[in-house]
Every structure is written in C-alpha cells, then in structure tokens.
Nanobody
Framework: QVQLVESGGGLVQAGGSLRLSCAAS????????MGWFRQAPGKEREFVAT????????YYADSVKGRFTISRDNAKNTVYLQMNSLKPEDTAIYYC?????????????????WGQGTQVTVSS
C-alpha cells in the first residue's frame, strides 16, 4: 500500500501563496487518482481538488477554483497543491489522499489512503 506525507504548510498573510507537497512511498503514485481535502476547526472534511493518474485532468471545489492548482510529478512520486490568493477561510488542515478509482474522485469515501495532514493558517 502507499504511504503519504504532506509538507509545505505554514502561516501566511491573506493574498499570499503556499505550495503543499505530498510525497508517496511504498507504491508508485501513478497507480492512484490523487486528491487534496481540508478540515477547518469545527467543520467536516471537505474536498479541495483531484487529479487523474496521468495528470491530464483536474477537478476543483468551487471555493478554490481559479486560485488553487493541483499537479503531480509521477517520476518524483509527488503531488502538489499550489495555493494562491489565500483567504482566511482557507485556514485548515490539508490532507493528501490516494484513490484506487480510475476516474476523478471528489468524495472522501473514494479514498483509501490518507496522509497525516499539514496545517495552513491564513491571517487577515
């Protein structure tokens, strides 16, 4: 099975940018549809973005569309989430996840493997 480790979180001012990384080990990440989710304090985990196995297709939550970009480098076994124009409401723990589904997946139940999360805090 695949193990996932996120990094790149931190504290940033509103309007700033961060790039999250998700490093996979155990199995090649190219075998999985990958996704990013987030969970803010007191809220349920929510979908952020997903990318197909080849990287050719992406799908985003409306709340991040046009600001966030998901990408992957299968040769480096890593998935990224570039976050621009950050807002205080983007503050959350961000999780990387891997799905055995062949299609893009935005439901968390489609993902069988999860990282431990990385904290992103956006100050106003």
């Amino acid at each position: 099975q695949v193990q996932l480790v996120e990094s790149g979180g931190g504290l940033v001012q509103a309007g700033g940018s961060l790039r999250l990384s998700c490093a996979a080990s155990g199995r090649t990440v190219s075998m999985y549809t990958m996704g990013w989710f987030r969970q803010a304090p007191g809220k349920e985990r929510e979908f952020v973005a997903t990318i197909s196995r080849s990287g050719g297709r992406q799908y985003y939550a409306d709340s991040v569309k046009g600001r966030f970009t998901i990408s992957r480098d299968n040769a480096k076994n890593t998935v990224y989430l570039q976050m621009n124009s950050l807002k205080p409401e983007d503050t959350a723990i961000y999780y990387c996840a891997a799905s055995n589904d062949y299609d893009l997946a935005y439901r968390s139940r489609a993902y069988g493997y999860w990282g431990q999360g990385t904290q992103v805090t956006v100050s106003s």
